[in-house]
């Protein structure tokens, strides 16, 4: 017997109260999955990266409110960051959780 499974993916986009945007990406099944995109409120790019099920896996990019880059780090499961020092990496886990739990 051959099953098959589709799962697709949904468009999600947030606002901010002033009605520029938060956050875009998709959800599958319920959780962020592929690239997300945060903004800050003066809709400069915040961070930037992958997802799945709602986890940081690969590339993401932090940027500061001017739109400058702050910090590019690489994660893999379970949240562990490749790369970065040891105070970037705890910063950037804690903003990106507190992200991920801010707009669940």
């Known amino acids: ?4 499974t589709l799962t697709f993916a949904q468009k999600h986009t947030e606002y901010y109260d002033s009605s520029t945007i938060n956050e875009i990406g998709r959800l599958k099944n319920g959780k962020r999955s592929g690239i997300w995109k945060f903004y800050h ?7 930037t990266g992958n997802l799945i099920y709602g986890k940081p896996e690969g590339q993401w990019k932090f940027y500061l409110k001017n739109g400058e880059l702050k910090a590019v780090s690489n994660f893999k499961t379970e949240n562990q960051m490749v790369n970065g020092s040891i105070s970037i990496q705890m910063l ?4 990106l959780k507190n992200t991920i739990k801010e707009n669940l």
């Open 1 to 4: 017997m051959l099953f098959s």
């Open 92 to 95: 950037i886990l804690k903003e």
């Open 41 to 47: 409120e003066n809709e400069k790019l915040s961070k």
